[in-house]
């Protein structure tokens, strides 16, 4: 049976994986912040459309006290 040891010839090697793997890192991350981002952005969409359905729905209803709904974050 033959064993195979590491010799010298096989260091280039090693520094490729630990760029590659630095490289996947990178790409996880930036992956991981758009998705965040995007769900801020989503969070702070459907707050804010809620704010404004209420709205329309009080001045479509024809009622006189909309003005506290428009003043309230």
Not at 46 to 56: S, W, Y
């Amino acid at each position: 049976m033959r064993k195979i040891l590491p010799d010298d010839r096989d260091d280039w090697d090693d520094d490729c994986d630990v760029d590659w793997d630095a490289e996947r890192q990178t790409k996880a991350l930036a992956g991981l912040a758009l998705t965040l981002a995007l769900a801020l952005i989503g969070f702070y969409l459907v707050i804010h459309l809620r704010a404004l359905g209420t709205i329309e729905d009080c001045l479509l209803a024809q009622r006189n006290n909309c003005d506290s709904l428009i003043a309230s974050p």
